[in-house]
T-cell receptor, first 114, second 112 residues
Framework: NAGVTQTPKFQVLKTGQSMTLQCAQD?????MSWYRQDPGMGLRLIHY???????DQGEVPNGYNVSRSTTEDFPLRLLSAAPSQTSVYFC?????????????FGPGTRLTVT | GDSVTQMEGPVTLSEEACLTI???????????LFWYVQYPGEGLQLLLK?????DKGSNKGFEATYRKETTSFHLEKGSVQVSDSAVYFC???????????FGTGTRLQVTL
């Protein structure tokens, strides 16, 4: 049982390049989310999904795309990287079972855009 | 909208000292409240939670009580250890189940 896995752990991009951050979970969780963590700002929600085929925007969605074709995977796409997207990205998942509140976080991807 | 305010860090304590990290919130309705901990180089882990007013969450010697009248959820520990050095995040969840709103985090450094 690997929990939530993210790849890559580190990535350097040039401005304008595109890439996909991978996230997978093996807990059969319905809910998945992407956050970015910046110094002094805590974690901010980028996009989230409540099930396969359903996604919605969070607090800071601009410049990012997501899709959810399976329960297990929730990739985050950067369409045209900008220095403002330099951050640490965390994927999280949780069950939709009532009264079950814990979100499980992946280890993060540290992205630098030059 | 929802927001969480927590005390600025870093907080530096000697081992066995008492810890309090303040957290206050603004939310519509009746949110659930959480403390998450992030150890160096790792993702966030749930430390404790409280889902209704006057609930006390506790784990690993840490405690926090959901105070609706003061909209607070302060984290406390009576005797910290070096292994408690980490960043602590207060968070709330209201409305849509998958969305968490985080505070900015408080770094705790415990020295011998």
């Amino acid at each position: 049982n690997a929990g939530v896995t993210q790849t890559p752990k580190f990535q350097v991009l040039k401005t304008g390049q595109s890439m996909t951050l991978q996230c997978a979970q093996d807990m059969n969780h319905e809910y998945m989310s992407w956050y970015r963590q910046d110094p002094g700002m805590g974690l901010r929600l980028i996009h989230y999904s409540v099930g396969a085929g359903i996604t919605d925007q969070g607090e800071v969605p601009n410049g990012y795309n997501v899709s959810r074709s399976t329960t297990e995977d929730f990739p985050l796409r950067l369409l045209s990287a900008a220095p403002s997207q330099t951050s640490v990205y965390f994927c999280a998942s949780r069950t939709k079972r009532e009264h079950s509140y814990e979100q499980y976080f992946g280890p993060g991807t540290r992205l630098t855009v030059t | 909208g929802d927001s969480v305010t927590q005390m600025e860090g870093p907080v530096t304590l000697s081992e066995e000292a008492c810890l309090t990290i303040n957290c206050t919130y603004t939310a519509t309705g009746y949110p659930s409240l959480f403390w998450y901990v992030q150890y160096p180089g790792e993702g966030l882990q749930l430390l404790l939670k409280a889902t209704k007013a006057d609930d006390k969450g506790s784990n690993k010697g840490f405690e926090a009580t959901y105070r609706k009248e003061t909209t607070s959820f302060h984290l406390e520990k009576g005797s910290v250890q070096v292994s408690d050095s980490a960043v602590y995040f207060c968070a709330l969840s209201s409305g849509t189940a998958s969305k968490l709103t985080f505070g900015t985090g408080t770094r705790l450094q415990v020295t011998l």
